[in-house]
């Protein structure tokens, strides 16, 4: 392989740490565990535009996404409690 030395070094000198796009990336994912935290019916759009919202970052529902199915956050679905028809119910009064 030809590389140049100053490439080489700086390779080396950059080994370990994280760019900016995977620093922005744990950022996010701390964000997503906080709201989520809070507000475990949220999906991933909803966490999108809550951190949208507080902190002005442009990001796509997209990475919101991948980040969510990384740390294995789903939404909780939320039960709808109904009577059938024809059932009685008592009034309050």
Same mark, same amino acid.
């Given at each position: 392989m030809e590389v140049s030395r100053s490439g080489y070094y700086k390779w080396a000198k950059r080994k370990g740490k994280l =760019?900016?796009?995977e620093? =922005?990336?744990?950022?996010l994912k701390?964000?997503?565990i906080s709201i989520y935290?809070? #507000?475990s019916t949220y999906g991933y759009r909803n966490i999108a535009n809550n951190i949208r919202n507080k902190t002005g970052w442009i990001f796509s529902d997209w990475l919101c996404h991948n980040c969510c199915k990384e740390l294995n956050i789903k939404?909780?679905?939320r039960k709808n409690w109904f009577k059938r028809p024809g059932e009685? #119910?008592?009034?309050?009064s």
């Open positions: =760019n900016q796009y620093r =922005n990336r744990e950022d701390t964000l997503i935290d809070k #507000h939404s909780k679905a009685e #119910h008592e009034l309050i």
